[in-house]
């Protein structure tokens, strides 16, 4: 699965990087810097009880490419229903519930998945659910970035694309796109038994600590 995962996100970008090679190298460098500050993050949350690498990738896969396919999906279904006919204006319902919805929503199936089978057995604190979630966050919020920059028809509008997501994280000095996920890792972490007073407390230390991402 991690190869399939893997393949998608790469051929998301190598399609946009056709559209826009020099914007999609911006974002991708941008972006990945960005992330890997967030993804280091978890990782040292993650420290009190490591989970295997192979799961924490397949978190940062997973949102990278199945959530965003998942969340586009989903939003042009909602954009149909809500706004029959249109073909130039986005509906603003859609913009403003159903992008937020739809995007939460497939990134939190992979802690859905997480809790089936012998994965189950790895999700044994609330930590571990905000490092899941949070590596998920991450993925997508990195594709995402790359996605707006490098979709620039120009390397001025990329440049100006950056300069504007990066004002308005600095703004709002908190990432919805990493910060959201672990908000629904938080309440399915409330349901793992066991999770010990230390675990949870450091959990929603670093859940709140993501306003540095």
Not at 24 to 51: C, H, K, N, Q
Request: aromatic letters at 6%; a negative charge.
């Amino acid at each position: 699965m991690l190869i399939l995962l893997g393949t998608i996100a790469g051929l998301i970008i190598i399609a946009l990087t056709a559209f826009n090679p020099v914007g999609t190298g911006i974002g991708f460098a941008l972006s990945s810097v960005a992330m890997t500050v967030v993804v280091l993050a978890y990782l040292w949350l993650d420290r009190w009880e490591p989970e295997p690498p192979r799961l924490l990738i397949l978190a940062f896969l997973w949102g990278a490419s199945v959530a965003v396919i998942v969340a586009s999906i989903l939003q042009l279904v909602a954009e149909a229903a809500l706004n029959p006919g249109a073909t130039e204006s986005v509906s603003p319902i859609t913009v403003v519930l159903g992008a937020p919805l739809t995007e939460e929503a497939a990134k939190g199936l992979f802690l859905l998945l997480m809790m089936t089978g012998r994965r189950r057995n790895e999700l044994n604190s609330l930590t571990d659910c905000l490092v899941y979630a949070g590596l998920v966050g991450a993925g997508f919020a990195w594709l995402e970035d790359i996605l707006y920059i490098g979709g620039g028809e120009t390397v001025g509008d990329s440049l100006l694309t950056a300069a504007m997501r990066l004002m308005s994280r600095m703004l709002t000095k908190i990432s919805v796109g990493t910060s959201g996920t672990p908000s629904v890792g938080r309440p399915e972490g409330n349901w793992i038994p066991n999770g010990g007073a230390g675990g949870h407390g450091m959990a929603l230390a670093a859940n709140d600590w993501q306003i540095l991402e």
